[in-house]
C-alpha cells in the first residue's frame, strides 16, 4: 500500500498505478466523503449527462409513469414550466421521449438554453429512486446530477407566473427561460 504526504494545501499526489486504474485523467472530478475514520476518493464519470441518460433503464416498472398515477391520485398539475420529476426520471430510464430532456440538458451545458428544477421535484426523484434502486445509487444518481447545468430552485410564487415556453413542449416537459429573480 503506498504512502503519499498531505500537501501545504491538503493537496496529495496520487500514485500513477491507482490513477490508472481508476481512469483518473488531469481534470477529472473525484467525490471525497469522509467514512468512519477515512476519506474514500471515488472518481466521477467525465459527462454527467452520458453517465444519467438511461441510468434507471432496467427497472421493472416506470417510476415515470407511477408519478403520474399518483399525481392524478392527488389531483395535482405540474404547470410550473420547470423540468420536473417525470422528465427526469423519464429521462433516467430512456423513456418515449426521453431525447428532448437530454437534448434540452445539452443546450444547457451549451450555454443555450437555462434549466431549472424546484427543490420539491428533485426530492420526488431522490425519493423514487431510493425506493426502485437503493439508498446507495440513489446517492450516486444525486452525486452526478448536481452536476448537471440546471439551478435548482425554491418553489416560491416568483415561478408560478407567465413563462415562455420553449420549443421542446411534451406532456411532462415545459423547459423555461426565466430571467434570474432580482436580489
Known sequence: MPIVKTHAKGQIIMPKEIRDKLGIKPGTAVSVKLVDDHAEIKPLPDDPIEFLTGIFKEQRRSLAKELLEERKKDNQTDEKNLIDAHAILVWTQKERGYQKIKSLLTDCRDQSALGYMSQINLGEVYYKTIRAAGLEEAKRFLENFFRLPL???????????????????????????LPLPRL
Do not use: D, Q, Y
Open 151 to 177: 439551478s435548482i430552485v425554491l418553489p416560491t410564487a416568483s415561478l408560478s407566473g407567465k413563462h415562455r415556453r420553449s420549443r421542446l413542449n411534451t406532456p411532462f416537459l415545459t423547459p423555461i427561460a
